[in-house]
Structure formats: C-alpha cells, structure tokens
C-alpha cells in the first residue's frame, strides 16, 4: 500500500468508522480504510493509525477523532483523553457530526448536546481513572446536565460520590433524581399507532438505587 500522508483526515474518519465507530466520512474511502485495518490486523496500532493520519489537530473534526481514539485506547491513554477531551470541548464542535433534534420513544433527543454529553463522559472516566474525581463529578453530571432523560449519567455521577463521599450520599443523590421528569413512564405511540410506554429511566435508577442498598455494610 502507498505511503499515506499523516494528515489524511478524511481516511482517519473512514478508518475509524470500519473499527466500529460511528462518526462522518466519505464513503468512497471505505474500501481502504478496509485494506488499512486488514493490513495492520491489530486493534491498538490500527487506533494509533487513526491518530497519527489526523496530523497535528487544529480543526474539531481532528480534536473529536483524536479524542475518541485514545478513548478507545483504554487506562494507558487516559492522559490523552483528558487533554484532547478538554481541546475539542473548547471549539465550537464538529459540524458535520448529528445535530438534529428528534423525538425517540416518547423523549426528545438533542443530537448536539448528545455528542458534547459523550465527550465529556470520555473525559470524566479517564479523570475517574486516574483518581480526579471532583473532577470526574463535575463533568458525569455536566453530561446529565446535558443528557437528563439519561439515567446510566446519574449512575456514573453517583458512583463517583460513593468513591468521594460514601455511599450514603451516593444513595441520596439518585432517590434525588426520582423527581426528574423522566422518572415516569412515558407513554408514547409509535408509526403503526401501537402505544408503548418507555421506563427505562425508573429501571435503571431504581436497580441501582437497590443495589447500592443491598451492598450497605451489616449494620449501617
């Protein structure tokens, strides 16, 4: 295969999407992003890969891919992540990614706070990861803040608490979230006029609220 420039972009966001990721790009270069990922036959250098055609980054679309490769990366990139978390949370964000606003089992969606919401998970994982959890806290519930139809983002925020103030605070800020607005069901009918009703806020607050009940020490 020829040599590829390092600041093929476009091939980066191809490349990445043929790893599983979902995030815009040219069709027409799929086919050597294919080749490319084939040819290396190994996940870490075919990320590093990712990485290393975005170039030296100067646009949101080169902070956004270089982010959410070293994401991928795992613990050893935390670093990484951390700071080109904070790099691309400081543009005005990559146009080309969804922005719509849509209305998905009975909740509206904001796609472009949902792509913000997941960049500052990223980033907040990795500073869990590397014990910052003040601020891991700000930014889990930054993302909740953002995405507040999303229960697994009151979670994580919570299971930072428990790590920084016990679990009893941890308890006490989910039974908080019980008074969101998506803590009840919502009922909604979809195209064949069939009417369902959407809980999955109240499940998985209400699962991790009992779980962290039943893993109280005996006695408190």
């Not at 969101?180 to 009918?189: A, G």
């Amino acid at each position: 295969m020829a040599e590829l420039k390092n600041d093929n972009v476009d091939l980066a966001a191809a490349l990445f999407f043929v790893l599983g990721e979902t995030v815009p790009h040219r069709r027409a270069l799929e086919e050597e992003a294919v080749a490319l990922r084939d040819e290396m036959n190994d996940r870490e250098k075919t990320l590093l890969k990712v990485i290393e055609l975005c170039g030296e980054p100067h646009s949101p679309k080169q902070y956004y891919l270089i982010e959410k490769a070293y994401s991928w990366l795992g613990k050893k990139y935390y670093q990484e992540t951390i700071y080109y978390a904070g790099e691309y949370l400081h543009t005005s964000s990559w146009e080309e990614l969804p922005n719509h606003i849509r209305v998905e089992d009975g909740i509206t969606i904001n796609y472009a706070a949902v792509q913000r919401a997941s960049v500052l998970i990223d980033l907040a994982k990795a500073q869990e990861g590397l014990g910052h959890l003040e601020a891991a806290l700000f930014n889990f519930i930054e993302a909740y803040r953002l995405q507040p139809y999303s229960a697994m983002n009151a979670i994580k925020a919570a299971d930072v608490i428990v790590k920084q103030h016990g679990r009893e605070e941890a308890l006490q800020f989910l039974k908080q979230q019980r008074q969101s607005q998506y803590y009840e069901p919502v009922k909604y009918q979809d195209s064949l006029g069939h009417i369902h009703k959407n809980d999955v806020f109240k499940q998985l607050l209400d699962a991790h609220i009992l779980k962290l009940q039943e893993n109280k020490p005996s006695g408190s």
